[in-house]
């Protein structure tokens, strides 16, 4: 079965990194996803890392995966008040494009000055 | 990137009543549409799969008579909670996939 699940909350400073964790349990996810929900507003695709990369890399966010693991990360570099939300891992099997998503429990980033 | 709209953005309604909850792709055409709920702090369970011109897919434990999903262009799926009862106040999103998903802004039921 399809099991995402992440840490509920962290708290950092602005300025500092922030790295959230996800850990799966599907080996067969084609692609994995990071969105950022604010509150009671939609999702907002960050960045996605297909299966067979370890690293991706988009401005201020680095994801790294683990597929030995089944561990996924995402780095916020240079955290901002604004980077403050829910950040949801998720992941998708098939294809990845019209497939259906598993997300995770999501992680409530504090940002604090 | 792409638009997914979703309306209304918020709902109040009396319990035993039903609500529509209307899912468009404004600039592209979705082969796949999918309906989420989330409840408060929580993430997000998906309901059912919907494709153009064909029945839904229900997830175990939706009740499909409950949550009616009409998917009638390639553009607009709709989703109505029929009867509806307090423990279905919820925000239920939506999402549309083509070559990629892009998510709705959500909708925010509150059933009286």
């Known amino acids: 079965g399809e099991d995402v699940e992440q840490s509920l909350f962290l708290s950092v400073r602005e300025g500092d990194s922030s790295v959230i964790n996800c850990t799966y349990t599907?080996?067969?996810?084609?692609?994995l996803y990071w969105y950022k929900q604010e509150p009671g507003a939609g999702l907002q695709l960050l960045t996605y890392?297909?299966?067979?990369?370890d690293m991706k890399q988009d401005q201020r966010l680095t994801v790294l995966l683990n597929k030995k693991d089944k561990h996924l990360s995402l780095r916020i570099a240079d955290t901002q008040t604004g980077d403050s939300a829910i950040y949801f891992c998720?992941?998708?099997?098939?294809?990845?494009?019209?497939?259906?998503?598993?997300f995770g429990t999501g992680t409530r980033l504090q940002v604090t000055l | 990137g792409a638009v997914v709209s979703q309306h209304p953005s918020w709902v109040i309604c009396k319990s035993g009543t039903s609500v529509k909850i209307e899912c468009r792709s404004l600039?592209?055409?979705?082969?796949?549409m999918f309906w989420y709920r989330q409840f408060p702090k929580q993430s997000l369970m998906l309901m059912a799969t919907?494709?153009?011109?064909?029945?839904?897919?229900?997830e175990q434990g939706v009740e499909k008579d409950k949550f009616l999903i009409n998917h009638a262009s390639l553009t607009l799926s709709t989703l109505t909670v029929t009867s509806a009862h307090p423990e279905d106040s919820s925000f239920y999103i939506c999402?549309?996939?083509?070559?990629?998903?892009?998510f709705g802004p959500g909708t925010r039921l509150t059933v009286l």
């Open positions: 999402s549309a996939a083509r070559d990629r998903t892009f």
């Open positions: 599907d080996s067969s996810s084609t692609y």
């Open positions: 890392i297909f299966s067979n990369m």
């Open positions: 998720a992941e998708s099997i098939n294809t990845g494009t019209a497939s259906k998503l598993t």
């Open positions: 600039d592209f055409q979705a082969t796949t």
């Open positions: 919907s494709n153009e011109g064909s029945k839904a897919t229900y």
